[in-house]
């Protein structure tokens, strides 16, 4: 067997591209020779440290503590580093069962959005909500974007936009009731760590599919409703998202919902 290997058969060997061998060269962890036409030569010494490479890469190692780790390895060196990964791995796992346990509500989200009765004004006790509130209006839903953005960034970890029922806007009760309907004057987001609360009690709530001008249909029959029911309104309108342009690019598949607590 051949003792040195050119640039492109251990590439090919390796499935590694050349300019990642270069990279490792250049940072020392290997050193090949140079032959004629000063052509990189690789010794089969470097076959034993592209195999630790690739397999530490695998488990998720730098190329910092890989070069550190080839520079002074022994069997509890190795021990060291195979427990760190351990530990590693366990985390991996807990944030993976954390975003699981997301999906699966994501999608129990979406599919209550199918049974979800459209045009009706229903009564409802909702508790007490936290959530992240910006205190700025908008007029365009481009501009709503950016706020929402901006609330994403108050728990990244936790906060999501695909498949979230927690995204919502303030419409003063007084605006809608004088017929401006989409008079927005803050954004939120709903999260057990917000620091903002939004009170619980008795709601009266009415959805609808389509386009978010509907609320200059729907807020009126929804504050009429209250009107002949004997209800005083208490509260601004929150406007929540259960479908927007984030989850379907078919307008008419949005569903949005109207709330508002009364006493």
Same mark, same amino acid.
């Given at each position: 067997m051949k003792k040195y290997f050119k640039i492109g058969e251990i590439s090919e060997l390796y499935h590694i591209g050349t300019d990642s061998l270069r990279y490792y060269e250049k940072l020392g962890i290997l050193k090949p020779k140079r032959g004629e036409n000063q052509y990189r030569l690789y010794h089969t010494d470097d076959i034993w440290r592209l195999n630790v490479i690739r397999e530490l890469r695998e488990l998720g190692f730098s190329m910092e503590q890989i070069g550190t780790y080839l520079k002074n390895h022994t069997v509890s060196r190795t021990k060291d580093l195979l427990q760190d990964e351990f530990q590693m791995i366990e985390e991996k796992q807990k944030k993976l069962k954390v975003l699981q346990k997301n999906v699966e509500e994501r999608i129990q989200?979406?599919?209550q959005c199918e049974e979800k009765e459209m045009g009706k004004v229903h009564f409802c006790k909702i508790p007490d909500r936290n959530c992240? %509130?910006? #205190?700025?209006? %908008? &007029?365009? #839903? &481009? &501009?709503?974007d950016v706020l929402i953005k901006q609330l994403l960034n108050r728990n990244p970890e936790k906060l999501y936009i695909i498949g979230s029922n927690h995204i919502g806007s303030i419409i003063p009760a007084k605006s809608a009731g004088n017929g401006r309907c989409r008079e927005y004057t803050g954004v939120f987001m709903i999260d057990e760590e917000g620091d903002t609360v939004i009170k619980g009690g008795d709601y009266l709530t009415i959805s609808y599919r389509g386009n978010c001008e509907q609320n200059y249909q729907f807020l009126p029959r929804l504050f009429s409703h209250a009107r002949d029911e004997g209800y005083r309104i208490v509260s601004d309108v929150y406007e929540i998202l259960w479908v927007d342009i984030h989850v379907s690019g078919v307008e008419e598949e949005h569903i949005t919902e109207l709330q508002v607590r009364v006493e």
């Open positions: 989200m979406l599919n992240h %509130y910006i #205190d700025e209006g %908008y &007029e365009q #839903d &481009e &501009e709503m």
